[in-house]
């Protein structure tokens, strides 16, 4: 199976998880294509100033790859920043944020699966 960028599309999620602005979440999936292991493989952007608010994954596990851009992250209380080529791990029970504090947009490839 292939799937074509331009059957992709964006959806805007206004304060998404309780952070501020508008994330684009661009799904590349549906559960049925992870056989049921997952909910989510696509790409996040994060325009200057927007974010996802902290939240704890409470039965599944979500993965960042950092394609462009500098973030701050909070993972489970500790803020750091990412860069491109940085990868984000919270494993089930673990809570997390990211919010694009630059003046760029960020761009996240974000795989969730249940744990």
């Not at 851009?69 to 673990?94: H, L, Q, R, W």
Request: aromatic letters at 6%; one cysteine or more; proline letters at 3%.
């Amino acid at each position: 199976m292939i799937k074509k960028h331009d059957e992709f599309t964006p959806e805007l999620r206004e304060n998404m998880r309780g952070g501020d602005g508008t994330v684009s979440v661009c799904n590349f999936i549906t559960e049925d294509d992870l056989n049921g292991k997952g909910r989510l493989f696509g790409k996040i952007t994060l325009k200057p100033g927007c974010g996802i608010g902290y939240h704890v994954h409470e039965k599944d596990s979500e993965l960042f790859y950092v394609l462009k851009g500098t973030a701050t992250y909070d993972d489970n209380g500790v803020k750091s920043v990412i860069t491109a080529g940085d990868v984000t791990v919270t494993p089930a029970g673990s809570g997390h944020s990211v919010k694009n504090e630059g003046t760029e947009d960020v761009e996240l490839v974000a795989l969730i699966v249940y744990a």
